[in-house]
């Protein structure tokens, strides 16, 4: 499809706007909530992963998703644009393993990724990603956690703490009032929990929220059984 | 000796581990055949502050392959605004070399490096389509190889100090160049410690 159109189809409005990106960003604030908190020790990364229907069957679809062994994804937005960038995100970590023997510290595939995502925003008929995406990782060198956001203008921010999605604005004043450097990442694992369920409607349970974490360890989503144990504490 | 490009212009280079240093080694001839054209041609290049390699085999592509090495090196140490460790300059020079592997380029290729802050050491080696080997004590390439190895395995001792690896080094170097025609007319011995790198020239037997 790309190669019939030479023109990009994100063009400049008068008053100097991309218009596709504000409506890529409005896609992406009309997404469920995604909340990323930094720690002192570790990154946590929450979603809220609500089923359209009592049928599904969603324990094998995923929301929060690794890269690596040292950084996870999480997103607000077009589900399907996401999966895209998952993959494209997981071969970039690889190619860089297979140059450098080394795991990729997080600022650089952050600029792989945002790379992408700016790459559709210019070129020949294709339109920009509808996801604005949470990206944590360890970076072994200066061992410390990592905290990015990725937007479909292929921005991209680091953040101590961040919400992006449905009611981002109310998350980041909740956030803003609880952030603290010293927080390590159980209480940040609370934090996080208490962002979602500010805009949660219903009962939160360990099926309809996904929390994923990233430590010196690596990068791991939680089992529903450790959700459950969190959501107990909070109670 | 016409048929073969690794040693149509001659050279040698010789690297050794010692107690949290390392010694990098070449002699400093560049021939054509049988013809010394200059006693200048080091063979040694530096791409972090501890990290060395040596080329040995077609001049040109010791020329070309350590350009072409120091690009990708410059541009790893601007987008990640941080120096490169041995290993991965070790992994990108192999890649490098593999890219080629249908056209290769020839040379063979050494890389040492030294991390200042633990003192570990790292010595390898590599052909030319960029064959990875072990971390190891010793290493050497180009047309007389052989003749430093013999030597080399025979002055080698574990953890020497850099003093005594200089020697081993040295002495290696310089008397395997002795049975070589392509090889010699002068050395330069770069001793590599956590705090500080040392280069020496030396002068053995002009011819």
């Not at chain 2, 992994?91 to 592997?101: D, I, V």
């Not at chain 2, 080094?169 to 770069?190: F, I, K, P």
Request: proline share 3%; charged share 25%.
């Amino acid at each position: 499809m790309s190669e019939r159109y030479g023109f990009s189809l994100t063009t400049f409005s008068p008053s100097g706007k991309l218009v596709q990106i504000e409506y890529a960003l409005n896609a992406v604030n009309a997404g469920s909530p995604a909340v990323g908190i930094k720690a002192s020790n570790g990154v946590v990364l929450a979603t809220e992963k609500k089923s359209k229907s009592l049928l599904h069957d969603d324990r094998t679809i995923h929301k929060v998703e690794s890269v690596c062994k040292n950084m996870g994804l999480v997103y607000s937005g077009m589900g399907p644009d996401y999966r895209l960038l998952v993959q494209k995100a997981r071969k970039l970590a690889q190619e860089y393993m297979l140059v450098y023997e080394e795991n990729v510290p997080p600022t650089q595939l952050v600029k792989r990724i945002a790379d992408v995502m700016q790459e559709y925003t210019q070129s020949g008929g294709v339109r920009p990603f509808g996801v604005s995406l949470l990206i944590c990782g360890y970076d072994y060198d200066e061992d410390r956690p990592f905290l990015y956001q990725c937007d479909p203008s292929g921005s991209y921010f680091p953040w101590k703490a961040t919400a992006i999605g449905r009611n981002f604005v109310n998350g980041k004043t909740f956030l803003e009032k609880r952030y603290s450097d010293q927080l390590a990442l159980e209480d940040a694992v609370h934090t996080a929990i208490l962002t979602l369920k500010e805009s949660f409607e219903g009962q939160m349970t360990e099926d309809n929220i996904e929390i994923g974490i990233c430590d010196k360890e690596g990068f791991r989503r939680l089992t529903p059984a450790e959700v459950k144990d969190y959501l107990a504490q909070i109670g | 000796m016409g048929d073969d490009i690794l040693s149509y212009n001659g050279g040698v280079a010789l690297a050794m581990k010692g107690k949290e240093c390392i010694a990098i080694a070449c002699d400093k001839r560049y021939g054509v055949q049988n013809r010394t054209i200059a006693t200048n041609f080091t063979k040694i290049f530096q791409y972090s502050d501890h990290c060395f390699v040596a080329f040995c085999g077609l001049a040109t592509d010791v020329q070309t392959v350590s350009e072409r090495l120091k690009f990708r090196t410059n541009l790893y140490e601007l987008r990640e605004q941080r120096k490169l460790k041995p290993n991965v300059l070790y992994n990108m020079l192999t890649n490098l070399l593999y890219e080629r592997r249908f056209g290769p380029y020839f040379v063979f290729a050494l890389v040492v490096g030294l991390d200042p802050k633990t003192g570990e050491t790292f010595v390898y080696d590599s052909d030319n389509i960029g064959a990875i080997s072990d971390n190891v004590n010793l290493v050497t390439v180009g047309t007389a190889s052989e003749y430093i190895f013999g030597l080399g395995e025979l002055f080698f001792k574990p953890n020497m100090n850099a003093d005594e690896l200089f020697e081993a080094t040295s002495q290696a170097l310089l008397n395997g160049v002795d049975r070589d025609s392509a090889s010699g007319w002068g050395a330069v011995v770069y001793v590599i410690e956590k705090d500080k790198i040392t280069v020496r020239e030396l002068k053995g037997r002009q011819d």
